[in-house]
């Protein structure tokens, strides 16, 4: 059975850092790319970042380019999602969620619990 | 990036009845258009990938159609497990992209 444990949300203030995990179990983690869905409070899904398996590709939205960096440890089958220069609008609950492809972003089949991130002063 | 546009927004319906939701993609897909049921605090579940393909465990009375740029979701007899949130989500290119939702109340 697939498990994705997501964690490390929390509340933090504006331009802070937060960085969130995504453990994963029941599945063979580097045949899979990895994705963070968030969203909004009362809003909908908004994908924001992938990675390929074997992690040498990483896809953004352009709403975090170069704020947010996604990386994953194969060996610890933990996906990570750092996030730096926060900003209101970020405020989402964070869903780690399992890619049906290896190298690209496709659909998502398996989702985590999902973690909440607040961005407030 | 392409745009995505499910409509209507909500509907409001009653246990036993038929709906269809629809999915408009802004430029070709293809077949790679994907449903999803979100329920209150819950993370989305995939339904139907492929424009029709059942997922296991899911009811048939969830059926998807279309291809190109027009896509619909339909529940032929609406049951109480039903009400919830259905997102469309493109996969055709990246970045894949969501619609903006479809809520199912009881009427």
């Known amino acids: 059975e697939v498990q994705l444990l997501d964690s490390g949300g929390g509340l933090v203030q504006p331009g802070g850092s937060l960085r969130l995990s995504c453990a994963a179990s029941g599945f063979p983690f580097t045949s899979y790319t990895m994705n963070w869905v968030r969203q909004a409070p009362g809003k909908g899904l908004e994908w924001v970042s992938g990675?390929?398996?074997?992690?040498?590709?990483?896809f953004y939205a352009d709403a975090v380019k170069g704020r947010f960096t996604i990386s994953r440890d194969n060996s610890k089958n933990t996906l990570y999602l750092q996030m730096n220069s926060l900003r209101a609008e970020d405020t989402a609950v964070y869903y780690c969620?399992?890619?049906?492809?290896?190298?690209?972003?496709?659909?998502?089949?398996?989702w985590g619990q999902g973690t909440l991130v607040t961005v407030s002063s | 990036d392409i745009q995505m546009t499910q409509s209507p927004s909500s509907l409001s319906a009653s246990v036993g009845d038929g709906v269809t939701i629809t999915c408009r993609a802004s430029?070709?897909?293809?077949?790679?258009l994907n449903w999803y049921q979100q329920k209150p605090g819950k993370a989305p579940k995939l339904l139907i990938s492929?424009?029709?393909r059942l997922q296991r465990g899911v009811p048939s009375r969830f059926i998807g159609s279309g291809y190109g740029t027009d896509f619909t979701l339909t529940i032929s007899s609406l049951q109480p497990e039903d009400f919830a949130t259905y997102y469309c989500?493109?996969?055709?290119?990246?970045?894949?992209?969501f619609g903006q939702g479809t809520k199912v109340e009881v009427k």
């Open positions: 492929a424009a029709s």
């Open positions: 989500l493109h996969s055709h290119t990246s970045p894949s992209t």
């Open positions: 969620a399992k890619d049906i492809y290896s190298g690209r972003v496709g659909y998502f089949d398996d």
């Open positions: 430029q070709s897909v293809r077949s790679y």
């Open positions: 990675i390929s398996g074997s992690g040498d590709a990483a």
